[in-house]
């Protein structure tokens, strides 16, 4: 098995820091204070939800998200957004139907990880199954 080469044209592409990070935003999101009354009604919101992801994943902004398991602290799910601020993600997590309307709540966090993660939707794209109609 032989060591990975250094790569400096993939690191500048990506943005990489000396030791191949990069800042990005981490956004938690928890269960908030409204309750949709309705099957209909939350099945509208969250369509709007994953919409609003697929949206925002396409313009590259949105890196990851997904949703954390059963725990004690009503955290429901993760967003990692490539942008500069915490005020960027603010706005972009204010387009979400469910945090708009109560059913999440956001908290956002600076966080350091690997300039990869900006090829992870492009990767992600290649083993999604197409929808099915």
Known sequence: HQAPTF?????????????????????I???GPYTPTTSEERARLFEGHFSNMRRLSDEGKLLTAGPIGQNENQYRGIFVFDVASVEDARALVATDPTVANGVFVADFYPWYGSAAMRDLPAIHRRIEPPAEE
């Open 7 to 27: 790569d400096a044209a993939l690191a500048q592409r990506l943005g990489a820091d000396q030791r191949g990070m990069r800042q990005y935003v981490l956004v």
């Open 29 to 31: 999101l928890r269960t």
